[in-house]
C-alpha cells in the first residue's frame, strides 16, 4: 500500500476547524507549495461534518483536497470519530462513557480545535463507547462515507487513525463496556468456577455479579482488567481500518502515538509495538515544549518509536515548529527549553529524528491557532500566515529532502544498536499495580536511566520488545520485578543458544498472575544467574541509601535491594555491608550478569552524574565494539547503512560548534563533501559539527 509519489514527506496539520481562516486558504497552500511543503493533515471531525443524522457537511473539506491537488500537495485524512456530534450525545446519552468514580463524560470543547465534540478526560477516546452497538454502527456510517467520498480524489495519499493512539486510565466503566469485559473474561476462563479460582473469589452466581476493579491494585483481577482494555481499544483501532479498507483498498493506513510506551503502555494504553503493527506507517508526536530539551529524551522519542515499527516505514508525525505559552508543561521552565522555537531548534529536532530513521515529518501545526488555550501555538508560520525564520528553515530542509539527490541518503537505515533495552509489557503492568498509591515510580527511572546511561557511553540503545530478542545479541533488563514463565523460558534458551543478559534486581520475582516465586531468582532463572536469594528488600522509598562496590567502582543503588549466595555464579560485587551483590555467570553458550539493585534508577535520578563509570564498565564486560567511537562525549554518532550508500549521522544538540575525531568499526569515511551541510567540505582529521545541526558523511 505504500506510496512511491513523494521522496520524503515533509508537511503540517493545517485545517482543524475552523482554523485557519479560509479567506487565507488560497494563499496559505500556494505558499506551502512554494516553499517545498508536499503533505498535509486534516482533522476530518465526526462532530463538525455530520451535522444531523445522516447529513454531512463536505464543503469545507472538499475545498482542502481541492486545493491540495491544485497546488500538488498530498493529503492525509486524519478521522476523529472521537469528537462526537452533540446529537449523537443526546441520542446516545446511556452510552457515554464513564469514569472509574462514576462521573460520565460529556461533549467539550477540543483542546487543540475549538471544536466540540471532545471527551472532557483528554486521551483517544470519544464521550460515546464503541461498545455501543448504535455508536460503533453511527461512527462506521460514517467512516465510511469519508473513505467513499475521498477514496479517488487526487489528492488523497490515505488516512490516519485514532490520533495518538491512547485512551485515559479511569475509563470505560459503562454498562456496555462492562458487558463486554464479561463476555472476554467468559471467553478467557470458559465458565464462572474457573475464573473464582483466578481471581480469589468464590461467591460469583452469575457473569452479571462481575464488576470491573475500580481501585487497581496487584491482583488478578486488575491484571485483566488492564489486559481488556487494551484488547478492548485495539480491537477498536482494528474496527476503524477495516470500516475503511472496505471501501478504499489502495490507499496509506497511518497512525501516530506518543511515544509513550515508557512508561504509559500499560495506564492509557500506549502500545506503540501494537499500534505500529496495524498499520503501513506509523508515527510520533513528540513535542520539545512538552518533554525538554534534554538529548537524551528527543532520541527517546525516535527511537522506541523505530523499534515499534519494526522495520516499517515511520514519520515524526507531529513536530514543534513554534513556541508554546500557557500549558502547564512549560510553567516554570527556561524559555529556551523548548518554550520560544527558533529556527536552529527546528532543524536540530527534525535531523535528530531522521538520525534515529524517521522519514518523514509534519509540524503539528501549519500556523497556530487563534481560539483556545493553545492560541499561538507550534506554528512555523506567523499569526497571520506569513513566512518567518522558522518556516524558512523549514522550506529549506523540505527543499533538501526532496531533492532526487538524496534518494540514496532515505534508502539507508538506522543499523541495530549495540545493546537492547528489554520491554516487557508484563513487567509494566505489575509495577503500575504495584505502586498505584506510591509516588516512587522506579520503572520508568530505571527504564529511562538505562537507556540514557548507554546512549552517553556512545552507543546506540534500542528498546527491544520481549517477543523480539532474537534479533540481539546483547541485552540489559531493568527493574524486572514481573514477567510470565513462558517469557522466562524464552530468555532462557535466548541465553542458553549464547545471548548475553545483564538484569538489575528480582528478575521475574512476581511470575504468572503476580505470584511470588518461593525460589528466587524465580520460574527457573536461579539456574541461568548461578544463584539463589539470601535476602531481599522492597524499600523504594529509601532506596537512594543503597550503596555497592565492583572492583574499585563505587556504585550508587536504587529501587530494590536483592542479596545472593552462589550456587554456580562468580560473585563480581559486594554491598557496603558485606553482603553478594553482583554475580557473573555462565549457562549454555551465554552468560550473564545479575546486579542486586537498580544502578539505572541512581543514574536517572541523578542526571548521570552517578555510575556513568559503572555504565562503563559493563560495555567493557560486553566486549561491546562501538559503531563508532568520538572524542567529544557533546556529540552523537548514528550509522545508517542502504543497498547503495551508507551514512555517518554526527548529531550536536549544543549551542557551540563541536570539534571531534572518528573512529569507525566498519567502513570509512567516503569523499570531501557532506550530504549535509549542503555542500559543506569537511577535514576527516578534525570534524567540525556546527552547533544544533547535524554533519552527514558518505561511507565506505
Not at 246 to 267: E, L, T, Y
Request: charge should be negative; charged fraction near 25%; aromatic fraction near 12%.
Amino acid at each position: 500500500m505504500l506510496r512511491n509519489d513523494i521522496q520524503f514527506p515533509y508537511g503540517a496539520v493545517y485545517f482543524r476547524k475552523s482554523n485557519p481562516p479560509r479567506d487565507d486558504w488560497e494563499r496559505d497552500y500556494a505558499t506551502a507549495g512554494e516553499d517545498g511543503l508536499n503533505i498535509f493533515r486534516h482533522w476530518f471531525m465526526w462532530s463538525a461534518i455530520e451535522v444531523a443524522p445522516g447529513v454531512y457537511d463536505w464543503e469545507e473539506y472538499d475545498r482542502q483536497l481541492d486545493l491540495a491537488a491544485k497546488n500538488g500537495i498530498k493529503t492525509i485524512i486524519a478521522e476523529l470519530i472521537h469528537a462526537v456530534p452533540d446529537w449523537a450525545v443526546r441520542k446516545y446519552a446511556d452510552a457515554l462513557q464513564v469514569n472509574a468514580d462514576g462521573t460520565k463524560l460529556g461533549s467539550s470543547m477540543g483542546v487543540s480545535a475549538a471544536t466540540g465534540g471532545f471527551s472532557n478526560n483528554g486521551g483517544g477516546a470519544g464521550a460515546l463507547t464503541l461498545n455501543c452497538p448504535e455508536v460503533k454502527e453511527a461512527a462506521g456510517n460514517f467512516l465510511t462515507a469519508l473513505a467513499t467520498r475521498y477514496k479517488d480524489h487526487p489528492a488523497i495519499y490515505g488516512y490516519d487513525v485514532w490520533n495518538e493512539c491512547n485512551y485515559s486510565a479511569d475509563v470505560d466503566y459503562s454498562s456496555y463496556a462492562k458487558a463486554a469485559f464479561r463476555r472476554w473474561l467468559e471467553k478467557k476462563y470458559g465458565s464462572l468456577k474457573v475464573l473464582a479460582k483466578a481471581w480469589h473469589r468464590y461467591s460469583y452466581a452469575e457473569w452479571e455479579d462481575i464488576e470491573p476493579p475500580v481501585h487497581m491494585a496487584p491482583y488478578p483481577e486488575c491484571i485483566d482488567w488492564l489486559q481488556f482494555k487494551r484488547d478492548n481499544f485495539y480491537n477498536q483501532m482494528q474496527w476503524r481500518i477495516d470500516t475503511i479498507r472496505a471501501v478504499d483498498q489502495k490507499n496509506v493506513i497511518a497512525a501516530h502515538g506518543i511515544s509513550g510506551s515508557i512508561p504509559n503502555m500499560v495506564a492509557n494504553g500506549c502500545d506503540d509495538w501494537l499500534a505500529a503493527s496495524k498499520v503501513e506507517i506509523y508515527g510520533f508526536t513528540w513535542i520539545q515544549a512538552r518533554k525538554g530539551t534534554e538529548p537524551w529524551k528527543t532520541w527517546y522519542g525516535v527511537d522506541i518509536n523505530r523499534a515499534a515499527a519494526r522495520g516499517k516505514p515511520f514519520w515524526h508525525a507531529e513536530r514543534q515548529g513554534g513556541p508554546l505559552w500557557l500549558q502547564p508543561q512549560v510553567i516554570g521552565r527556561d524559555k529556551e527549553d523548548g518554550r520560544v522555537a527558533e529556527p536552529e531548534d527546528i532543524r536540530i529536532w527534525s535531523m535528530t529524528s531522521f538520525a534515529g530513521g524517521a522519514r518523514g515529518v509534519l509540524n503539528l501545526r501549519w500556523r497556530p491557532l487563534l481560539d483556545g488555550p493553545l492560541f499561538g501555538a507550534f506554528g512555523a508560520y506567523g499569526m497571520d500566515g506569513s513566512r518567518t525564520p522558522r518556516s524558512d528553515m523549514q522550506s529549506g530542509m523540505a527543499k533538501w529532502a526532496n531533492d532526487p539527490a538524496q534518494a540514496v541518503l532515505w534508502e539507508a537505515k538506522p543499523v541495530r544498536g549495540e545493546v537492547g533495552i528489554l520491554v516487557v509489557r508484563e513487567t509494566q503492568e505489575w509495577d503500575y499495580l504495584l505502586n498505584y498509591d506510591r509516588k516512587e515510580k522506579p520503572y520508568p527511572e530505571a527504564m529511562w536511566g538505562a537507556y540514557r546511561a548507554f546512549l552517553e557511553q556512545g552507543l546506540q540503545p534500542d528498546w527491544v520488545h520481549i517477543d523480539d530478542i532474537d534479533s540481539y545479541d546483547f541485552l540489559y533488563f531493568p527493574y524486572p520485578i514481573m514477567f510470565t514463565a513462558e517469557q522466562a523460558a524464552r530468555l532462557k534458551t535466548w541465553v542458553e543458544k549464547g545471548g548475553t543478559l545483564i538484569s538489575e534486581a528480582c528478575p521475574g520475582y512476581f511470575g504468572d498472575r503476580g505470584h511470588v516465586g518461593q525460589v528466587q531468582p524465580n520460574l527457573g532463572l536461579d539456574e541461568v544467574f548461578g544463584v539463589r536469594e539470601e535476602d531481599v528488600e522492597f524499600m523504594p522509598d529509601i532506596g537512594h541509601r543503597i550503596r555497592f562496590k565492583v572492583g574499585d567502582i563505587a556504585v550508587d543503588g536504587g529501587g530494590l535491594l536483592q542479596s545472593y549466595r552462589l550456587t554456580s555464579g562468580t560473585g563480581r560485587g559486594y554491598f557496603d555491608d558485606g553482603r553478594l551483590a553482583v554475580v557473573e555467570s555462565r549457562f549454555g553458550k551465554g552468560r550473564t550478569l545479575l546486579i542486586g539493585t537498580n544502578p539505572s534508577v541512581a543514574f536517572y535520578r541523578t542526571d548521570g552524574r552517578s555510575n556513568a563509570a559503572f555504565f562503563a564498565g559493563l560495555v567493557a564486560w560486553s566486549a561491546r565494539t562501538r559503531h563508532v567511537t568520538l572524542s567529544n562525549e557533546a556529540i552523537f554518532a548514528r550509522i545508517h547503512r542502504g543497498e547503495s550508500a551508507s551514512f555517518l549521522w554526527l548529531v550536536n544538540p549544543t549551542r557551540q560548534n563541536q570539534t571531534t575525531s572518528v573512529s569507525l568499526a566498519e567502513g570509512k569515511l567516503s569523499g570531501a563533501k557532506a550530504a549535509w551541510p549542503p555542500e559543506f567540505a569537511y577535514d576527516a582529521d578534525r570534524l567540525e559539527v556546527p552547533a544544533r545541526d547535524v554533519l552527514i558523511l558518505p561511507l565506505s
